[in-house]
């Protein structure tokens, strides 16, 4: 009986992401909070044991991230993607595994001399999703409307097919989760908290403008989050209440602030789902938003 091939959740997702973004980066060390060295220190101990002893291991965990050359943070990053897609990674007690089923095997059937004579193949097109031709314009897509497709036109979208292969011109990563005290200004993040407070605030021209305002605290600190034009999450980010946001914090007044980040409500134990990934970021127009 074979064994099952195991998919590990841990360190290795995250650290694929990072290896990913730093290449597309140049080898800043700048893809991950705190740079790789302080990823590496943070999972040092389960990575030590899936590398094992020996020169693969010192290569790997025993050089600083920061006093490399660029092209010397290449072999390196190479050398890791070699380990990790060699699928030698086993989480044991660090981390979950989910088996995978492999994939049952078709039977072998017989047919018979008649059958293969009269089957013929079945040369008709697959109907398109929906009943809907690719070359049809945005307008027949439920939810399009006049207005929406004059905002489409400004991205030259015009049919289905431009929608598309409208891809996003960059993505953001907020995968790696955030203590509130390792928030950087203008560096993406995810973090999860607690809501102290929240309350509306006026602002603008005669206070027409109502934003919400909240304080988001961890084990670490809080800091202050403010949406603008958005009234009515004051009625929904109550005190105790569990939230996830990703955004970059900005400076105000000498105190850091998150300026109408992502953010998703969480049950007690809730991993989030719409919020700490990789963001796609698409071209926009006036009247159409990433959410659109």
């Known amino acids: 009986m074979t064994s099952r091939p195991k998919i590990p959740i841990s360190w290795v997702d995250s650290f694929r992401s990072i290896l990913t973004m730093e290449e597309s980066r140049g080898f800043d060390n700048k893809a991950v909070m705190g740079g790789l060295d302080r990823f590496i220190q943070t999972w040092a101990e389960e990575m030590a044991a899936q590398l094992g002893d020996g020169q693969a291991a010192s290569g790997l965990l ?73 070359d049809s314009p945005v307008d027949r897509l ?67 403008r109502v934003d919400t305002e909240a304080v988001l605290s961890d084990e670490t600190g809080n800091i202050k989050v403010v949406w603008f034009g958005q009234r009515h999450l004051a009625r929904t980010l109550k005190p105790n209440t569990r939230i996830s946001i990703s955004g970059k914090a900005g400076v105000f007044k000498g105190q850091l602030v998150f300026e109408s980040p992502d953010y998703e409500l969480l049950d007690h134990g809730q991993t989030p789902i719409h919020t700490g990934r990789l963001v796609p970021v698409y071209p926009l127009t006036e009247g159409l938003t990433a959410r659109n």
Request: aromatic share 8%; proline share 9%; hydrophobic share 30%.
């Open 62 to 134: 025993g050089t600083h991230y920061s006093g490399m050359t660029g092209e010397e943070r290449g072999i390196w990053a190479t050398e890791w993607r070699s380990f990790l897609d060699a699928g030698s990674i086993d989480t044991g007690d660090n981390g979950a595994e989910i088996d995978v089923p492999e994939p049952p095997k078709a039977k072998k059937t017989r047919s018979s001399p008649s059958s293969e004579r009269t089957k013929k193949p079945d040369t008709r097109q697959p109907a398109p999703p929906g009943g809907l031709p690719v």
């Open 142 to 208: 439920r939810g399009v409307d006049t207005k929406s497709v004059t905002r489409f036109q400004r991205l030259e979208v015009a049919t289905i097919r431009d929608l598309l292969y409208l891809f996003p011109r960059r993505h953001i990563d907020y995968s790696i989760i955030a203590r509130i005290s390792e928030v950087s200004p203008d560096e993406p993040c995810t973090v999860v908290g607690i809501i102290w407070e929240s309350r509306t605030i006026k602002q603008g021209y005669q206070g027409k």
